[in-house]
C-alpha cells in the first residue's frame, strides 16, 4: 500500500465537505490515500466520502453567546487540538488540507505544530474566522475566487488560485448545453435556499409567481426545495394559480436540475456560486443576511460583475420584486442566454486538479507516471 496520505478536514456541512470530496477523488487518483477529519455533523456522508478513514474531532465554535459559551467553546477546540496531536502522530500525512470552519482548527493546527504542510482552501470571496486564525500557520492558501477580501498583502507569495472543486454530479451537469427559451417553451424555474433559505423562498417566491398574469403563469414550470412544514402551503399556492411545479423539501439530483432550469433563484453559497459557473446558467441570488463576514454577498458580486446574475438583498426581495423580475425575462428571453453564456465563463472545472496539484507540489509528492511501463521481473 502507498505510504503517500494526506489528510483532509472539513467541517460536517455540505459547503465544506463538498469541495473536500472533490479534492479527495482528484488525489486517488494520484495514488494518494486520504483521511478526512470531521466533526460530528457529518453523519451519513462519512460512509459514501472517498477516504479510507473518517477520524471525529472535538470542535466548537467560539463566537457569540454568552462569555461562558465561548469558554467551553474554546475548551472544547482545546480537546481538538490534542486529539488531532494524536491523530497526525499516528497518521504521519505528507500534506493536510483544510476547508474552513472550526472542525478545521484542530487538525490544521496539529499538522502545522507537527510541521506537516499545510493547505487552507478558502472557498469565499472574504476569508472565514477560522481560516483567518490559521493563516500565519499554514504553508498556502488555495482560494476559490481570483480576489479574496481580508488576505493580508504580505501572505501574495502563499496565494494560488485553484477555483472551488465541485463534485462528479456538477461536472456532468456542465456537460449540459444551455437551452434558450424560444416561443412555446416553458420558462422552468429551480428555487432553493438550504437550510437557512428554504423559508424566505417557500414566502415569497409562490407569491410573487402567482401575481403574475394568467398567460404569463401557463409558460412557468417550477422545482422547488421548501421545508417539510412549508410543503402543503407552497403546493397549494401553485396548484391555484395554475402553475406547474414539482415541490420536495430535497432534491438529491440537485446539479442536474440545475442544469435543466432556464434560471436559478437561491441563496449565494460558495457551492452554489461555484455550481452556477461550471454548469453555466443564469441566477437571481439573495445572500444570506447577517453573516458577520458577508461571504454570501460577496459570493454574488462575483456573478453579478460579469452579467450571470441579479443580486437582490432580503428586505428588498419581495414578491412585487420577484414578479417584475421574472416578467422582465419572460418579455426579453435572450437575456437569459446573455447570463448563462457570462456565468459559463466563470466556470473552473478543474479546480479539484489544481487543488491537487499544490498539495502533491507542497507535499513533494511524486505524481505517478501512467504511461510508465511495469518492470519486467
Keep these: 500500500m502507498s505510504r503517500r496520505l494526506v489528510l483532509l478536514a472539513a467541517g460536517g456541512t455540505g459547503g465544506h465537505l463538498f469541495p473536500a470530496e472533490s479534492l479527495a477523488t482528484a488525489l486517488a487518483k494520484l495514488d494518494v490515500r486520504v483521511v478526512l477529519a470531521t466533526d460530528g455533523r457529518v453523519g ?19 463566537s457569540g453567546g454568552s462569555l461562558l459559551s465561548k469558554g467551553l467553546a474554546a475548551l472544547k477546540l482545546g480537546r481538538g487540538v490534542l486529539s488531532a496531536l494524536s491523530a497526525v502522530r499516528s497518521l504521519r500525512p505528507d500534506c493536510a488540507v483544510g476547508f474552513g470552519g472550526y472542525p478545521t482548527v484542530p ?11 499545510t493547505i487552507i482552501h478558502e472557498q469565499n470571496g472574504v476569508i472565514g474566522r477560522a481560516n483567518k486564525f490559521l493563516l500565519g500557520r499554514v504553508s498556502a492558501v488555495a482560494t476559490g ?14 496565494i494560488y488560485h485553484t477555483g472551488n472543486p465541485v463534485r462528479p454530479a456538477v461536472l456532468a451537469a456542465a456537460k449540459v448545453p444551455y437551452e434558450a427559451l424560444a416561443a412555446g417553451v416553458r420558462l422552468r424555474l429551480l428555487v432553493f435556499g438550504g437550510s437557512q433559505g428554504a423559508r424566505v423562498m417557500s414566502e415569497i417566491v409562490p ?5 403574475l398574469p394568467a398567460e404569463a403563469r401557463a409558460r412557468l414550470e417550477v422545482v422547488q426545495q421548501a421545508r ?3 410543503l402543503q402551503a407552497v403546493r397549494s399556492t401553485y396548484a391555484a ?20 432550469a432556464h434560471l436559478v433563484i437561491g441563496r449565494s453559497g460558495a457551492s452554489t456560486v461555484a455550481e452556477l459557473a461550471a454548469i453555466g446558467r443564469p441566477a437571481i441570488l ?55 453564456t457570462a456565468a459559463k465563463s466563470a466556470g473552473v472545472l478543474d479546480a479539484a486538479e489544481r487543488l491537487a496539484a499544490l498539495v502533491m507540489s507542497l507535499g513533494k509528492l511524486p505524481v505517478p507516471d501512467r504511461n510508465a511501463k511495469e518492470t519486467p521481473r
Excluded at 54 to 61: C, D, F, G, L, R
Excluded at 308 to 335: C, G, K, M, N, Y
Design 286 to 340: 439573495v445572500p444570506l443576511p447577517g453573516a458577520l463576514d458577508q461571504d454570501q454577498a460577496e459570493n454574488a458580486r462575483s456573478l453579478e460583475a460579469i452579467g450571470a446574475a441579479t443580486v437582490v438583498r432580503q428586505p428588498e426581495f419581495t414578491s412585487e420584486r420577484l414578479a417584475a423580475e421574472i416578467a422582465a425575462r419572460l418579455a426579453d428571453p435572450a437575456s437569459l442566454t446573455r447570463a448563462a
Design 145 to 158: 475566487f481570483a480576489a479574496v477580501k481580508g488576505l493580508p498583502d504580505g501572505m501574495a507569495g502563499r
Design 207 to 211: 407569491r410573487a409567481l402567482a401575481s
Design 44 to 62: 451519513d456522508i462519512a460512509a459514501s466520502f472517498p477516504a479510507e478513514r473518517v477520524i471525529e474531532i472535538p470542535s466548537a465554535t467560539p
Design 228 to 230: 417539510a412544514e412549508d
Design 241 to 260: 394559480a395554475g402553475i406547474a411545479a414539482s415541490v420536495e423539501p430535497f432534491f438529491k439530483d440537485l446539479p442536474a436540475r440545475m442544469a435543466a
Design 107 to 117: 487538525p490544521i493546527f496539529a499538522a502545522a505544530t507537527l510541521k506537516v504542510p
